[in-house]
């Protein structure tokens, strides 16, 4: 199947720090990109929506000045977590899908961690 | 938002034994997944059901769905400890839309 990477895996970072991971399709040109934070033992909540070379669509209750998306390419799509504070410590998931397929991609996820 | 729940939200059974899960959800679909997640690692994709499909399936995983009832149901048989994980439906309102997860079920297989 097809892969998606994350990168960092994990990143511990100090409040007021921004934070940027990554999300990458390998083997394919994914057309759409989401985002997703999930709590400790909770499900995966839908942040935002991005297709390549237009602008994200947020979640209702996301901030979109404090979480920053950006899809430049086909195969990257970025996350930024602006002046990180405790409560934004959670488990950041990226999923992407190509332009022919109903199947979305997961990324192994990032843990952050906000001190 | 979440579409809908899963049910049990935690299941545990001996090695062998079959596990059952059930998703219901609320809306119209155009398709239903399932994927499993360990404990703090991403999403594996496991089926993909269409809305004009019944059932299908893919080694010991059976997936059901009714969209009479908006109810699906995921059968792993003659489980292992390996299949021990939180197991998410999600389903896809139309072509590009985002997927919305149910609340998961924990499964823990013991040997």
């Known amino acids: 199947g097809a892969v998606v990477s994350q990168h960092p895996s994990r990143v511990i970072c100090k409040s007021g720090t921004s934070v940027k991971i990554e999300c990458r399709s390998l083997?394919?040109?994914?057309?759409?990109m989401f985002w997703y934070r999930q709590f400790p033992k909770q499900s995966l909540m839908l942040m935002a929506t991005?297709?390549?070379?237009?602008?994200?669509?947020?979640e209702q209750g996301v901030e979109k000045d404090k979480f920053l998306i950006n899809h430049a390419s086909l195969t990257l799509s970025t996350l930024t977590v602006t002046s990180a504070h405790p409560e934004d410590s959670s488990f950041y998931i990226c999923?992407?899908?190509?332009?022919?397929?109903?199947?979305?991609?997961f990324g192994p996820g990032t843990r952050l961690t906000v001190l | 938002s979440q579409q809908g729940e899963e049910d049990p939200q935690a299941l545990s059974i001996q090695e062998g034994e079959n596990a059952t899960m059930n998703c219901s959800y609320k809306t119209s679909i155009n398709n239903l997944q399932w994927y499993r997640q360990n404990s703090g690692r991403g999403l594996v994709h496991l089926i993909l059901?269409?809305?004009?499909?019944r059932e299908k399936h893919s080694g010991r995983l059976r997936v059901t769905l009714d969209t009479s009832k908006k109810s699906s149901s995921l059968l792993i048989t003659a489980s292992r400890a390996a299949d021990t994980a939180s197991y998410f439906c999600a389903t896809e309102n139309s072509g590009n839309t985002p997927l919305v997860f149910g609340k998961g079920t924990r499964l823990s297989v013991i040997a």
């Open positions: 083997d394919f040109q994914a057309t759409t």
């Open positions: 059901i269409r809305s004009n499909e």
């Open positions: 999923s992407a899908k190509g332009p022919y397929t109903d199947t979305q991609y």
């Open positions: 991005s297709n390549e070379g237009s602008k994200a669509t947020y």
